[in-house]
């Protein structure tokens, strides 16, 4: 193993372990800086010699092979922080990625369903069958407390405080953080507590949502369910969990909701994360006057 392949190990340690990020955004950094490791290595170049032209010339290389602005813009992130690391390390004594300019992206306004299409997905599931009955409580879940599907598939029974009406939920880096519940998710919650998961319980567990087979749901499970019900509803557009999470901000940003509560609701360390639900929220507005004002 080379000096590249020690400090690249060494990083995606530190990621892991100190910063306790998930399996993907892991896989993610690991792709994108053994691919800018590989032509530092075409270079002949040592980690400390890796001056801002060498980055460039890389950066060049992956627009010439039409990779977009976004992935672009990934690969400066990863490079940058994995220099950032190596100085702090004391590795190396300097930080070529200082006068780096990430390039302007196309700010991508999310996809968000309207009230009318959230409530005819709350309304497929068959709720007189178990499985209608567990899968209405986890669309009730994601969109009443907007949390993310890796947030849901972790969550254990004393995570949701039914009578206190709230979810505890750990995100990004093990933070937890507190969601009120309304009714229609508490409602749901319950009746699977009663009448759906007893009916999938094969062994004792801890998991809140759990298959036919008592294991605990995965992400590919939740998001196959969601595909589902959004078939039966009707809707044209594939539903992701993802979706829910937008729409639930939306509609709160949009009905007048403060945005530092609606930051910490989401989990998100910087507000300017939550302001783009705001840009939705005038997105919205724009294409509700332009259909109804009779000289738009």
């Known amino acids: 193993m080379n000096e590249q392949q020690f400090a690249l190990e060494d990083y995606l340690h530190f990621l892991r372990v100190e910063r306790q990020l998930a399996s993907n955004t892991l896989q993610a950094y690991k792709r994108d ?28 290389q992956l627009k010439g092979q039409s990779k977009s602005t976004r992935t672009i813009a990934r690969h400066i992130s990863s490079i940058r922080k994995f220099h950032q690391f190596l100085v702090r390390e004391q590795k190396v ?8 300019e990430m ?7 999310p996809h968000v369903l309207s009230v009318e299409q959230i409530d005819r997905l709350m309304d497929a599931p068959d709720v007189t069958t178990p499985h209608g009955i567990r899968d209405a409580a986890i669309l009730e879940l994601l ?8 947030e849901c598939m972790t969550l254990n029974l004393d995570d949701v405080h039914m009578t206190m009406g709230f979810v505890r939920v750990y995100g990004k880096g093990g933070k937890e953080r507190i969601i009120p519940l309304g009714r229609g998710a508490l409602s749901a919650c319950t009746r699977y507590l009663q009448e759906g998961r007893p009916a999938f319980l094969a062994a004792k567990t801890d998991a ?56 910490e609701m989401l989990g998100h360390a910087d507000i300017s994360t939550t302001q783009i639900y705001t840009h939705v929220s005038k997105k919205r507005l724009l294409e509700v006057y332009k259909q109804f004002h009779p000289r738009a």
């Not at 969109?143 to 890796?150: A, C, E, K, L, Q």
């Open 33 to 60: 800086l053994i691919a800018y490791l590989a032509y530092i290595e075409t270079q002949q170049l040592a980690l400390c010699d890796v001056e801002r032209l060498h980055i460039v010339e890389f950066l060049q």
């Open 143 to 150: 969109y009443g407390s907007g949390m993310r599907v890796s």
């Open 103 to 109: 390039p302007k992206l196309e700010q991508k306004l």
């Open 93 to 100: 004594t300097r930080d070529p990625t200082i006068h780096l």
């Open 208 to 263: 809140f949502f759990i298959n036919q087979r008592g294991k605990r749901l995965t992400r590919q499970g939740i998001g196959t369910i969601l595909r589902q019900y959004g078939e039966v509803a009707g809707l044209v557009m594939s539903i992701t969990p993802h979706m829910l999470r937008h729409s639930f901000a939306t509609h709160l940003v949009e009905n007048g909701a403060d945005l530092r509560a609606v930051q």
